[in-house]
């Protein structure tokens, strides 16, 4: 195994309309580790994640995975190079009209052609390592939200991949679930020795399991480092951010004009 | 002054561009390879679209032509020339009602739910990950709807037509005493099954094409919220519809305009 | 996987449906014939009217009333500058119409469709493919009529 990041991302710039949501970004993902990519709310995490998908094109700068520039492949080896990468996505987003063997099953059935008994297999264990080998036959509709997003991972790795992304794995779950979810995406990447993107802004949870912490914030990498010597204090942003402070360079307020001129200016339209 | 001028040319703009939008998109998706995963898909939303919207359009079929029965025969009756029941409820079925109220029925009962189906998909990001698993959501998903959709809408036209007929024999011969003879001969001797029968087939095949793009496209464009969706169900039921009846008058003047 | 058979079923009866559907408009409805079911085959003939008034093709042909045929073409005859007439008639007809046979453009009901019917001869000879009609009889139009009726008034 080589020791040249995963994945490399490069003087990103990406805006959605007329809001610039990054200002050149540039990451290295290292293969093998977990990588955190932290940030507040709206500072385009999901959409990161979607660069490196290649479902979204950037502005500017470039995005490679294992040495190949995502975004000037064609259709044919785009849809190649996402079979070597999984992808949790928040709301799990399980196909309804399958059951939750078929969910896992999908990728084998439309990427390789295995027996049904081979498949059968590969299903099992990987429902078997998510816990959930009893619920195979649910429908998506019939499971709580951690069990949809344990089934939505064992689908991401149902091909091996290289590369998992996860979304927001820990958010809206009970304490219960998300101890599972993060015993689970530690054990996986340990056992399978494969590179893990956890785009997140629970804090606690995500410094636990990750090698490696990239803070996203305007736009731009605030700081990055191992959770041990991440320096939070050197920004401000980040300083607020990790320490959860309500007001700080990120205000509180929504930007308006100063409260006592708008209270006081009477018979003003709302 | 200007400024509404320029207000058109963006509405323009953005018309043309959704219309180019369009296109790729149903270029992209009618291609689809036929698999044996592919030929399953399309079983099961022939199932849901055809199957499903056969109840509705046969019973409506039915009510037309006993309403046209018993319309055409209180003014025939008045010239004489009730004979020529069976030839005015064959023909009116067979060259405009079959084909537009089953393609209206077929927006109504099958257009909205593909267009509401896809868009949950969408909402649910079930689309995107299916990309990012490496599958074509056009292909998959888009395109056995496509299909069922432009296979589905010419058979349940078929089915509106011969149950349109029965039940103007019903109230026409069964009921208000036309003589059964002259309710078919005039029929047969008027109908042509090229001019008539095949000119209503290719309306209804027009039609299938164009209610199931729209469908499928509205699902697969609209923005991902509740709002979006009931939006764009909305959009697939108005623009079907609107589509189905201005194309109806093309193709009338195109096929039938020089006949007199 | 017993629901996915079911379903293959219904989708199955449902196209059959649909193509027997079709089958029905084309025999029962357009009156078509399939080839080779003998009540296909037909032979032509034609006949010169010095009017036709609104008679269009496919309107059928009789003879004593029973549907034997249909109009396939009317054309205008350069030569004579009337209106050739070309039936298409059973083929169970061919050489048994005798030579004297009359066709005369008839309404059904007051203003209904026109229709070509036919009255039988006395001539020994007989129609064969092709040939001609010489005696015929055109279409009433209304407004001669009217005209006529008009006329016979004034002159009383």
């Known amino acids: ?270 | 002054m200007i400024g509404w001028v320029q207000q058109l040319g963006r509405h323009g703009c953005d018309l043309l561009e959704a219309l180019g939008r369009a296109s790729i998109f149903l270029g992209l998706s009618a291609v689809g390879v036929p698999s044996r995963e592919g030929w399953h898909l399309w079983l099961r939303q022939m199932h849901f679209v055809g199957v499903l919207s056969l109840a509705i359009v046969l019973v409506s079929g039915l009510f037309i032509g006993m309403v046209l029965a018993l319309q055409g025969y209180t003014i025939l009756v008045d010239f004489g020339a009730e004979q020529a029941l069976g030839q005015m409820v064959a023909l009116s079925l067979l060259r405009e009602l079959a084909p537009v109220v089953g393609a209206l029925l077929f927006a109504g009962r099958a257009g909205s739910a593909l267009t509401a189906e896809i868009g949950l998909m969408k909402a649910t990001e079930q689309l995107t990950s299916m990309e990012m698993i490496g599958i074509d959501p056009l292909r998959r998903v888009v395109a056995p709807r496509l299909w069922a959709g432009f296979v589905s809408l010419p058979l349940l036209t078929v089915g509106f037509s011969v149950v349109g007929i029965w039940g103007g024999y019903l109230v026409g011969v069964e009921w208000l005493g036309v003589f059964d003879g002259s309710y078919w001969g005039n029929m047969q001797s008027s109908v042509d099954f090229i001019a008539d029968i095949g000119n209503g087939m290719v309306k209804s095949l027009v039609f299938a094409l164009v209610v199931t793009w729209i469908a499928v496209f509205q699902g697969y464009d609209l923005i991902p919220t509740a709002e979006g969706i009931s939006r764009a169900t909305t959009r697939t039921v108005v623009y079907s519809s609107l589509a189905v009846l201005g194309l109806d008058f093309v193709l009338t003047a195109l096929m039938f305009g020089e006949l007199g | 996987m017993k629901r996915s058979k079911m379903m293959e079923l219904g989708v199955g009866l449902f196209m059959l449906a649909g193509i027997v559907g079709l089958i029905f408009l084309g025999l029962r409805v357009s009156g078509l014939n399939l080839p080779g079911t003998g009540g296909g085959e037909t032979f032509q003939l034609k006949a010169n009217f010095a009017n036709v008034g609104s008679l269009k093709p496919r309107a059928r042909v009789t003879l004593a009333g029973v549907n034997v045929g249909r109009v396939v073409a009317i054309e205008l005859d350069t030569e004579w500058y009337d209106a050739q007439v070309t039936l298409e008639l059973d083929a169970e007809l061919e050489g048994q119409l005798p030579r004297d046979t009359t066709a005369s453009i008839l309404t059904s009901g007051l203003l209904g469709e026109q229709y070509i019917g036919l009255s039988v001869g006395g001539d020994p000879d007989t129609l064969g493919d092709g040939d001609t009609i010489r005696d015929t009889q055109s279409a009433l139009v209304l407004e001669e009529l009217i005209q006529q009726f008009v006329s016979n008034m004034v002159s009383e």
């Open chain 1, 1 to 270: 195994m080589n020791d040249s990041p995963f994945v490399v991302v490069e003087g990103l710039h990406f805006s959605h309309g007329e809001t610039d949501i990054f200002r050149g970004v540039d990451l290295s993902i290292p293969r093998g580790k977990i990588t955190a990519i932290m940030g507040p709310s709206g500072t385009g995490k999901t959409t990161l994640l979607k660069l490196i998908g290649g479902q979204l094109v950037p502005d500017a700068g470039r995005i490679l995975i294992d040495g190949q520039n995502v975004h000037e492949l064609s259709r044919r080896a785009l849809f190649r190079l996402r079979r070597r990468m999984g992808m949790l996505f928040q709301s799990g987003a399980l196909f309804s009209d399958l059951d939750v063997y078929e969910n896992v099953a999908f990728p084998l059935r439309v990427h390789t052609d295995l027996p049904d008994a081979m498949v059968r297999d590969v299903v099992l264990m990987k429902l078997q390592a998510v816990g959930l080998r009893g619920a195979r036959h649910l429908m998506p509709s019939e499971l709580s939200g951690g069990m949809a997003r344990r089934v939505a991972l064992a689908r991401a790795m149902a091909l091996d991949p290289e590369l998992i992304l996860y979304d927001e794995p820990f958010v809206g779950q009970d304490p219960i679930s998300m101890g599972v979810l993060v015993q689970l995406i530690k054990r996986i990447n340990e056992a399978l020795g494969l590179t893990a993107v956890v785009v997140s802004h629970d804090i606690k949870e995500t410094l636990s399991i990750a090698d490696y912490v990239y803070v996203i914030a305007d736009g731009q990498v605030m700081a990055h480092g191992t959770p041990e010597n991440l320096d939070v204090d050197l920004d401000a942003r980040v300083r607020q951010f990790v320490h959860g402070e309500p007001d700080g360079p990120v205000p509180f307020h929504y930007p308006a004009v100063d409260f006592f001129t708008d209270i006081l200016s009477a018979g003003a339209s709302r």
